[in-house]
């Protein structure tokens, strides 16, 4: 059964001023009736036993009632502080150990992400390199099909020249053959324009001359 320690403090009389201080220990459900509804009585039976013959007013009797923590109380009290202790560590310990571990994930993580950047750069490199390869390739291919139009166009020019000389020699017209040939070397519209504005001008010059004769 749990233990509780009473405590009573005052001042009585008995031939003179007496005072009064004592502390017992007694079972906790006695102990209550100290601080019950019938405590006045209670505290002058106290009295009577401690103090005997000493006249009091119980009402101005302290009271102080302390219940007593046992073996068992005591030793699970020092266990829950050393669990708790223990925990407090335990947590402590997990917490670094979490810290660490995040630490390390976030340098992992930072390693990961550099290793990641490298390969993102590497490839936007390899792909601006294959970009630039096609671009050039594209501008090598339309050259070398300029450059053989241009060609073609030449050989066709030769071939064209080539007939019409045959023609001259076999007898074909003078005027024909230098008009053909002239015409065939204006390989541009603004030398086939300049040709035809000369041709014009020479026809408006015969007119006019012969208009001129003939007036």
């Known amino acids: 059964m ?96 979490n810290i660490a571990k995040g630490a390390a994930l976030a340098v992992g993580g930072l390693l990961l992400s550099d290793d990641n950047n490298e390969e993102k750069n590497e490839f936007d490199l390899n792909q601006e390199k294959e970009k630039i390869e096609l671009e050039y390739f594209k501008k090598q291919k339309e050259i070398e099909h300029q450059n053989q139009l241009l060609v073609n166009k030449q050989k066709l020019k030769a071939e064209k020249l080539n007939v019409l000389k045959t023609n001259f020699e076999n007898g074909g017209n003078k005027f024909e053959y230098y008009f053909m040939r002239t015409w065939t070397h204006c390989d541009n519209w603004w030398k086939k324009g300049l040709f035809i504005y000369f041709i014009l001008f020479i026809i408006s010059i015969f007119i006019q001359g012969i208009s001129s004769i003939l007036n």
């Not at 079972?27 to 009577?48: C, H, L």
């Not at 699970?76 to 050393?82: P, V």
């Open 2 to 97: 749990s233990q509780s320690k009473v405590t009573i403090k005052g001042t009585g009389q008995l031939n003179g001023p007496k005072v009064i201080n004592k502390t017992v220990e007694m079972d906790t459900s006695m102990a209550k009736e100290f601080t019950g509804g019938n405590r006045y009585q209670v505290i002058e039976a106290f009295v009577n036993k401690h103090y005997p013959g000493v006249q009091i007013n119980p009402k101005n009797i302290g009271v102080n009632v302390v219940p007593i923590k046992s073996a068992s109380e005591k030793n699970t009290k020092k266990e829950t502080t050393s669990n708790s202790k223990n925990t407090k560590d335990s947590e402590k310990s997990s917490s670094t150990k």
